[in-house]
């Protein structure tokens, strides 16, 4: 298994079967966390410039002042804070049994979304990305597409790092011992096309 496809942590809870072994666990891309960083300290840097406009030269109130800085303060750094937990506890678990996806964030939510591998057949695995930034930090997003006998089911990891590199390796894990049996079922779309399984 390369670096970097397994995060550090104690990742035990999610083998529940005798024998079940974990291949992968990702979390989606730090810099998707430059985006809602900014615009939070954006919009307080822009509250705090009114606050300050307003109780220094409208309604003159230094006390007002400190409280409102410490408000914002505040605000800012607890949905800084929930950024980051949000993305840091956003991870997605591949193991020889299931794909899951976790979102947890304390005290808000648990959501856990999971797809049993000996239930379904993989069919396509897409990549895609979603402009010239995300190709420069090589960053993208992988669909897997599942074949279930009732309808069709879409696994989406977003804003991977190397999602080349991730959906080559979740093609050879996902074929396992199967070989003969998945080249038939198990196909890779790239950016610049689909990838035969000679390739991969």
Request: glycine share 6%.
């Amino acid at each position: 298994m390369k670096d970097g496809m397994v995060i550090k942590g104690d990742w035990s809870t999610f083998l529940d079967w005798e024998g079940e072994e974990l291949l992968l666990v990702i979390r989606r891309h730090v810099f998707t966390l430059i985006s809602p960083l900014f615009l939070t300290w954006t919009v307080i840097l822009l509250l705090g410039f009114i606050a300050v406009f307003l109780f220094t030269q409208a309604l003159f109130s230094p006390p007002l002042l400190i409280l409102s800085i410490l408000l914002l303060l505040s605000i800012g750094i607890s949905a800084s804070v929930y950024s980051l937990v949000y993305w840091y506890f956003h991870i997605y678990v591949l193991t020889s049994r299931k794909i899951l996806e976790v979102m947890y964030t304390p005290l808000f939510s648990h959501v856990v979304n999971d797809i049993f591998l000996d239930k379904v057949n993989c069919t396509e695995v897409d990549l895609s990305s979603k402009g010239f930034f995300h190709e420069l930090i090589d960053m993208g997003d992988l669909t897997i597409t599942f074949d279930r006998p009732t309808h069709q089911e879409e696994f989406v990891l977003q804003d991977i790092k190397n999602c080349d590199d991730v959906g080559k390796f979740l093609i050879k894990k996902l074929m396992g011992g199967r070989r003969h049996e998945a080249e038939e079922m198990i196909w890779m779309r790239s950016r610049n096309g689909i990838i035969p399984k000679a390739v991969i």
